[in-house]
């Protein structure tokens, strides 16, 4: 198992910016894909963005517009999420999850939220109109 602890949440004005980061631990001898998902209160988790176990390919949801960027530091065992112009709309908890990473999945396998079986404990990101 790995555990994952997500920090850098909080209140910020729309049109502002966060970086949202994942620290992992525990299990870490395996390949995982990494990746954000979001749940606002009344709606179901939503997939945000994600990445496979080097970074080579990184995954977004349509409809976000270009203004999130998921990166990785696998020297530190981080991914970072990087939220630009800021929302109302964005205002979530944020959660990091992970899963083993196969090297031959496609789209689906890395934004499904099923798919992944370890996840954070979330931060709150709050965005004021």
């Known amino acids: 198992q790995v555990q994952l602890v997500e920090s850098g949440g909080g209140l910020v004005q729309a049109g502002g910016s966060l970086r949202l980061s994942c620290a992992a631990s525990g299990r870490l001898d395996r390949k995982y894909a990494m990746g954000w998902f979001r749940q606002a209160p009344g709606k179901e988790r939503e997939f945000v963005a994600a990445?496979?176990?080097?970074?080579?390919?990184?995954y977004y949801a349509d409809y976000f517009e270009d203004r999130f960027s998921i990166s990785r530091d696998n020297a530190k065992n981080t991914v970072s999420l990087d939220v630009y112009n800021l929302k109302p709309s964005d205002t979530a908890v944020y959660y990091c999850?992970?899963?083993?990473?196969?090297?031959?999945?496609?789209?689906?396998?890395?934004?499904?939220?099923?798919?992944?079986?370890?996840w954070g404990q979330g931060t709150q990101v709050t965005v004021s109109s």
């Open positions: 999850a992970a899963r083993a990473d196969t090297g031959f999945g496609g789209r689906i396998f890395y934004t499904s939220v099923d798919g992944y079986d370890n």
């Open positions: 990445l496979t176990w080097n970074g080579s390919y990184r």
